[in-house]
């Protein structure tokens, strides 16, 4: 199946705005490059994408031709770059940060879930908080939100090739808490202690993976 550019991890893509037109086109044809190599898994591709942004923001700054930064011969440039300190380095740096957005992310999916649930209750009882359409659209906004985390959580999960354990445990913890709130006579009961157990449970057991991504 041929790559395209989603399947490639730049933080901070946005940078890429600050970038002048040669530096634009430099960056583009290396990015274009590894898209092509088969050699290379998608996580090593990201690092060397990553230093290349970081080296064509500071090559901007210090006033440097886009082709001193990234020179022709991708093939040499990748190649340096996907071993050595600087890849090291930049595989740290990306790998805390990920760390960091599943913690955040998973607190994020336990608040918009907690709302989402309590939400589809008083639907299912006809008890709105304010009224009908209000209830569900602070519904759906709070589930759209606990999707968008789910989805950057199980793509960092395949990045680091984490294994399905942790998408297991939030699916199955989602399908319990809409059981329990269909069953349940009130809105008070169990369903946030059980996505707030979910998440620490999954908080403990990748921490120590992250810890061996060196």
Same mark, same amino acid.
């Given at each position: 199946?041929?790559?395209?550019?989603?399947?490639?991890? &730049?933080?901070n893509i946005h940078l890429l705005k600050q970038l002048d037109e040669n530096y634009k086109q430099a960056f583009n044809r290396l990015y274009d490059y590894l898209l092509a190599d088969t050699r290379r898994n998608d996580f090593d591709k990201s690092i060397v994408l990553n230093i290349a942004l970081q080296q064509c923001l500071e090559?901007?700054?210090d006033q440097k031709k886009a082709q001193l930064v990234i020179p022709r011969d991708l093939k040499e440039y990748v190649s340096k770059y996907t071993k050595g300190p600087v890849y090291k380095e930049m595989k740290?740096?990306?790998?805390? +940060?990920?760390?960091?957005k599943i913690v955040i992310g998973g607190i994020?999916? &336990?608040t918009a879930m907690a709302i989402a649930l309590f939400v589809l209750k008083n639907i299912?009882? +006809?008890?709105?908080l304010v009224n009908y359409w209000v209830d569900s659209l602070v519904g759906v906004v709070a589930g759209v939100i606990a999707y968008r985390n789910f989805q950057i959580k199980r793509r960092i999960i395949n990045r680091y090739q984490f294994g399905s354990l942790y998408i297991r445990i939030d699916l199955v913890t989602i399908a319990s808490c809409v059981f329990i709130k269909l069953i349940s006579p009130s809105n008070f009961d169990i369903t946030y202690l059980?996505? &707030?157990?979910?998440?620490?449970?999954?908080?403990?057991?990748?921490?120590? +993976?992250?810890?061996? &991504?060196?």
């Open positions: 199946m041929a790559l395209t550019k989603t399947d490639l991890h &730049v933080d090559g901007m700054k740290k740096e990306l790998r805390n +940060q990920d760390y960091e994020w999916m &336990v299912i009882m +006809q008890e709105y059980l996505l &707030v157990l979910s998440f620490i449970i999954t908080k403990r057991k990748i921490k120590p +993976q992250f810890e061996e &991504v060196i």
